[in-house]
C-alpha cells in the first residue's frame, strides 16, 4: 500500500471513521471500508443495566467537573504500563526500554499503576471510587455499538447512544446534552463551560445552539486586556507546529484552562483531554503513557487549585472516565472499534464529598457511560431522567446516601 494512503487511512481511523474529506476520499473508502469501525453491524456494547432507583437530593457537591482522557485504555488504568510494548519493536518506542522501565515498570500491579498514576491511584481510589478493573469483577462500557469518540462523548453526555452517530464529522449534535440542559438552570446559565483539546467538541456539544462556554482545539478566544501570560500563550499556540490541526497539546489546554476557572467560577465543567488517542493511533506506546501520566498530573493540578478556592473547597466532585477502550495485544492496542475487540470497555472514577470512599470497585454491577450524564446532574441535584427520560439512570453508588 503507498505509505501515503496508508498513512492517510489511519488518520481516517483516528477516534474513528471522521477524518476523511478532498479528493482522496474515494480511493480512502475504498481502502478502509473492509477494516472501518463504523460499518459493522453488531453492537459492541449491551443494554444500560438499570439502577433500581435515583438516590435523593445532593449532599454537599455544588460543583461537577467531568474529564475525560481519550482512547485511554482500562488496561493501562488499573494494571499500570504493558510489559510487551515497553520496547521500540512492539511499543513504537523512541525512549530507550531501559529509560522507559525506569519510569514505569514496576514487577508488582498495584505498584505499577501508581507510578502512571499517582493522583488516580494515591488520592482518587482512596477517597474516592473506581470502575472498570475486568479483573476484579466491575466493568464499564459504552452501549453506543461504536467505541469511538463522538458516539462516546454524546453518550456521556446526553446519556443515551445515538445509532445515526456514525463519524466525527457528524455534524453538530442534534440533541442536547446535560451541560446544555443544566446551563438553562438560573442557578447555572453562563457557568457551564467546555474545555477540551478537540475542535470537534464544538459539533459534539453544538456550540452553536448550546450557548455553553467553550475553548477548544487550537482556537484562543481573544481577551479584550491580555496580560504578559496571555500572551505569550496566544504567541505559542499561533507559532507551535501542529501535530493535528484538530486537536492540541494537554498543555495548552490547561493553562486557558486554570485561568478560567480562577476567574469564572465555573459551576459544571467538562474538560477533555485528546493525547492518550493520538499517540496510540501514533503507534507510539512511550508516548501514551507520558501523555498518561502528564494527564494524571493535569488532574491533580486542577483539583487543587480548585480546593485551594473556598468556592469549590469540599463542595466539588470530578468525574474521570474515557470516550472508548481500545484493541488489546502487539497490534490492537493502537486502534479502537468495533473491528478491535474489547473497544467497548472503559473506566469511570469518581472523588467527592458525596461519594462514599470504596476504592477500586470489584465483584459489582456493570455501569455504563451512558450513566455519565445523570451521575452529572444528581451530584448537583438535578433529575436529568426524569427531563429526559431516554437517559440512563445515574451511578448508584457514587451518590449521596448510596451504600452500595
Ligand atoms: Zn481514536
Excluded: C
Amino acid at each position: 500500500m503507498d505509505e501515503r494512503l496508508e498513512h492517510r487511512g489511519a488518520r481516517s481511523m483516528k477516534r474513528g471513521y471522521g477524518t476523511l474529506g478532498g479528493a482522496l476520499a474515494a480511493g480512502i473508502l475504498l481502502l478502509t471500508a473492509a477494516a472501518s469501525p463504523v460499518r459493522a453491524a453488531a453492537p459492541v456494547g449491551a443494554a444500560a443495566p438499570m439502577p433500581a432507583a435515583v438516590p435523593g437530593p445532593a449532599g454537599k457537591t455544588r460543583n461537577v467537573v467531568l474529564i475525560v482522557s481519550d482512547g485511554l485504555r482500562w488496561q493501562e488504568v488499573f494494571t499500570g504500563a504493558d510489559p510487551t510494548l515497553l520496547n521500540e519493536k512492539e511499543g513504537g518506542s523512541w525512549l530507550s526500554e531501559a529509560d522507559l522501565k525506569k519510569r514505569y515498570w514496576r514487577p508488582d500491579a498495584d505498584a505499577r499503576r501508581a507510578a502512571l498514576f499517582p493522583f488516580l491511584w494515591g488520592t482518587v481510589a482512596k477517597q474516592g471510587q473506581i470502575y472498570g478493573n475486568q479483573l476484579k469483577g466491575s466493568v464499564a462500557r459504552v452501549t453506543n455499538g461504536k467505541a469511538f469518540s463522538y458516539p462516546g462523548y454524546n453518550e456521556m453526555s446526553t446519556g443515551y447512544p445515538n445509532d445515526a452517530i456514525d463519524s466525527n464529522e457528524f455534524g453538530p449534535n442534534p440533541n442536547a446534552t446535560v451541560f446544555e440542559w443544566l446551563n438553562k438552570f438560573d442557578e447555572y446559565r453562563g457557568r457551564v463551560a467546555i474545555f477540551g483539546t478537540w475542535n470537534v467538541y464544538d459539533n459534539i456539544f453544538n456550540k452553536g445552539r448550546s450557548g455553553l462556554v467553550m475553548q477548544t482545539g487550537w482556537n484562543l478566544p481573544r481577551k479584550a486586556q491580555e496580560t504578559p501570560r496571555d500572551a505569550l500563550l496566544r504567541e505559542l499556540f499561533d507559532t507551535s507546529t501542529r501535530f493535528d490541526e484538530e486537536d492540541v497539546w494537554n498543555s495548552f489546554l490547561q493553562v486557558p484552562l486554570l485561568d478560567y476557572v480562577k476567574s469564572a467560577h465555573p459551576r459544571v465543567l467538562f474538560v477533555g483531554y485528546g493525547e492518550t488517542d493520538n499517540w496510540a493511533h501514533q503507534g507510539r506506546y512511550d508516548l501514551v503513557l507520558d501523555s498518561a501520566h502528564r494527564m494524571d498530573h493535569f488532574v491533580k493540578q486542577l483539583w487543587d487549585t480548585m480546593q485551594a478556592m473556598p468556592e469549590y473547597r469540599g463542595t466539588t466532585t470530578f468525574i474521570i472516565t474515557t470516550d472508548h477502550g481500545r484493541g488489546s495485544g502487539l497490534t490492537e492496542w493502537k486502534e479502537h472499534g468495533v473491528e478491535e475487540r474489547g473497544s467497548e470497555n472503559i473506566w469511570i472514577a469518581v472523588m467527592g464529598p458525596d461519594t462514599a470512599a470504596l476504592g477500586e470497585r470489584s465483584r459489582v454491577g456493570a455501569v455504563t457511560q451512558a450513566q455519565i450524564a445523570a451521575t452529572v446532574a444528581a451530584f448537583v441535584g438535578r433529575d436529568y431522567h426524569a427531563a429526559e427520560p431516554k437517559a440512563a439512570l445515574p451511578i448508584a453508588g457514587v451518590l449521596h446516601g448510596s451504600a452500595e
